[in-house]
């Protein structure tokens, strides 16, 4: 199985445990307030992104053969950061103004979007 369908498979099983996150934005959001989440709705972008990132990864992975190991590593690590992104703003808002965190958001959406354009070039032209 190519790595990419690996780590999609990974990140859909992810995507499917902050599912229960979810629940508790609605069924428990007392448990989210113990916990200092102050932006349950961030939680639920996290999950939806973990779900369509693990599904763009298994459906590259599938589709083209022989992804070279940088344009994986890149596509991985813009897939599985992307979402996570979302969680420290679920606790803090106000994270978002932070240098270290928007360095992290360029680098995390130049990634994907390079590797998922480099990864479309190779594919193309096999």
Same mark, same amino acid.
């Given at each position: 199985m190519?790595? +990419? =369908?690996?780590?999609? *498979?990974?990140?859909?099983?992810?995507?499917?445990?902050?599912?229960? +996150? =979810?629940?508790?934005? *609605?069924?428990?959001?007392?448990?989210?307030?113990?916990?200092?989440?102050?932006?349950?709705?961030?939680l639920r972008q996290a999950h939806l992104d973990w779900i369509m990132m693990g599904t763009i990864l298994v459906a590259a992975g599938a589709a083209v053969p022989g992804i070279p190991d940088t344009i994986a590593a890149l596509v991985v690590f813009g897939a599985y950061v992307n979402p996570a992104l979302f969680v420290p703003l679920a606790f803090d808002a106000g994270t978002a103004q932070r240098l270290s965190f928007r360095v992290l958001t360029v680098v995390s959406f130049l990634a994907m979007s390079g590797g998922l354009t480099t990864l479309a070039v190779h594919g193309l032209t096999r």
């Open positions: 190519p790595f +990419l =369908v690996k780590a999609g *498979l990974v990140e859909l099983a992810l995507g499917g445990l902050s599912g229960w +996150l =979810v629940v508790m934005t *609605l069924e428990r959001p007392d448990w989210l307030r113990r916990a200092h989440v102050r932006h349950p709705p961030r």
